[in-house]
């Protein structure tokens, strides 16, 4: 069995066809493809969504969309789509090379430019905007309300849900352990237990990001509380959610690892293609929840009026000062993530949730490479 | 259950946060055995240093309103606080009086503002 990359590579290592690359272009052409496009037209959309006396969530003044709006909307909307500037010769270079199992590659680092892209465009663009608010509309609301309900994981945890995961998961483990016991010499140990152990990496990586998400900072303004607190929880129940389908996937994949070890060469292929014709399916059906939620969040989130929240900067002593180590900065008295300094905003490197995403991120990086050189 | 804090208050965010949960404690909104979040959430959420919060928190611990649980966090001890001298509770409410007087309020005024006031602040007390 040849195996050339760590995960999803070694899941279809040696069981290159032809048929499995259609199925490479059906699942990035369809499903991608579809998601992209959607992502694209709903971003397209996204500054105009409360009419057009906004711009995001600035409040414009009159015309905006008819002077120096225009400019800043087209340089907006030309920022989301120059992402395929750098996609399109990608992918036609992996289609080029036959190499189509790079494009689950492709995929992931599209999913992380796409974010990061689209928040700094927001951010600029809201930034430009800024100079044609609406008298008065920078000025931040002077009282604002903080809920002293203790935000704890567990609190958003489905016990049912979480049993059913460690199940399955457990399953897969002891499977590929049995199929270790038993399989003939010589037994490789990575190609056994290397995909398995990124997946369950990846299963922490999820937890890791649900427990940032419960710990978002979740202030809101006196005005319109109450829309506002079911503007965030709606938010923060939908990326919640999100990570637990992504849970689900794993746990699933761990599951199937020593099915797909343990079946003899005949029918290797068929449930490898079984395995991607139902990843095509349950990622349409996620694809489609995923749409629907959205749009239900958007609808509770629409409710709540945009306000400018007040900084208590000056409480967090040097923090507010500019950091020399922009955009980077160590704080161990501010409790946050993210600081807003006199340079713009800072990643804190004294949180104790930065220092385990940084070590996270280190572990994978280290896991990829084992894997990938089965050291 | 939300504790308000208000930019344009003269006092510290640490006496806001403590007088606010003095506040929902007196109205009975926050009975006794209620958890607090931790003072990191608190932190957080305002966007202020640990020890604004863990300041307000000691205030309360000192005046017996808030028992630190240790693994279990904080929660609200009792609904009174701690025994006080009867000169040492009236002394801010002959100050407030005091700014009222000057202010010029007539009595009967005062009055009226004292007992909604306080009508307000035992409101939801059994």
């Not at chain 1, 990586?205 to 109450?226: H, Y």
């Not at chain 1, 349950?282 to 239900?296: T, Y």
């Not at chain 1, 008295?333 to 940084?358: C, E």
């Amino acid at each position: 069995m040849t195996h050339q990359f760590p995960g999803y590579g070694l899941f279809i290592g040696g069981f290159n066809g032809f048929s499995i690359n259609q199925l490479h272009v059906i699942y990035y052409g369809l499903l991608w493809g579809g998601v992209r496009v959607r992502g694209c037209f709903r971003r397209w959309k996204q500054p105009l969504l409360r009419g057009e006396d906004w711009f995001f969530s600035v409040p414009v003044q009159h015309g905006f969309y008819s002077e120096e709006g225009a400019t800043i909307l087209r340089q907006y909307r030309v920022r989301m789509l120059s992402l395929f500037a750098i996609e399109v010769p990608a992918a036609t270079a992996i289609f080029l090379s036959g190499q189509l199992q790079n494009l689950v590659w492709l995929i992931l680092a599209m999913c992380i430019l796409i974010h990061v892209n689209h928040v700094f465009s927001v951010n600029r663009a809201e930034q430009r905007a800024q100079k044609f608010a609406t008298p008065g509309a920078e000025q931040p609301v002077s009282t604002i309300a903080i809920s002293l309900k203790a935000r704890r994981l567990r609190d958003f945890t489905n016990f049912k849900l979480e049993a059913a995961i460690a199940a399955i998961s457990a399953a897969g483990l002891v499977w590929a352990l049995r199929y270790y016991a038993t399989a003939p010499e010589p037994r490789n140990l990575w190609i056994i237990f290397g995909t398995p152990l990124l997946l369950f990496y990846c299963q922490g990586g999820f937890l890791l990001a649900k427990v940032l998400i419960v710990a978002w900072r979740s202030p809101i303004p006196q005005v319109q509380a109450e829309e506002h607190i079911a503007s965030r929880e709606e938010t923060r129940k939908f990326y919640l959610r999100t990570c637990d389908l992504g849970r689900i996937n794993l746990a699933v994949t761990i599951l199937f690892w020593p099915a797909l070890l343990s079946a003899g060469p005949e029918t290797r292929e068929f449930a490898v293609k079984l395995w991607f014709a139902g990843s095509i399916v349950l990622g349409i059906v996620i694809a489609v929840w995923s749409e629907i939620k959205r749009k239900d969040m958007l609808k509770v989130t629409l409710r709540a009026r945009p306000v400018k929240l007040p900084q208590f900067g000056g409480e967090l002593g040097e923090s507010s000062a500019p950091s020399d180590l922009w955009p980077l900065c160590y704080e161990p008295s501010a409790p946050t993530i993210i600081l807003r300094s006199m340079r713009g905003y800072s990643l804190n490197l004294a949180n104790r949730l930065t220092q385990l995403g940084a070590v996270y991120l280190a572990g994978l990086l280290a896991l990829f490479v084992l894997i990938r050189f089965r050291l | 259950m939300f504790l308000t804090i208000n930019a344009g208050d003269a006092r510290p965010i640490y006496q806001q946060v403590a007088d606010g949960i003095k506040e929902l404690i007196a109205s009975g909104k926050l009975a006794e055995g209620t958890p607090l979040p931790p003072v990191r959430q608190l932190a957080a959420d305002l966007g202020v240093n640990l020890n604004t919060i863990a300041t307000a928190y000691r205030e309360l611990q000192r005046d017996g309103l808030l028992a630190v649980k240790h693994g279990s966090g904080s929660v609200v001890a009792s609904s009174t606080t701690a025994e006080r001298s009867l000169d040492e509770l009236l002394r801010p409410l002959r100050t407030a009086l005091t700014q009222m007087v000057l202010a010029g309020l007539p009595q009967k005024k005062i009055l009226q503002l004292v007992i909604n006031e306080l009508q307000t602040v035992m409101q939801g007390r059994k």
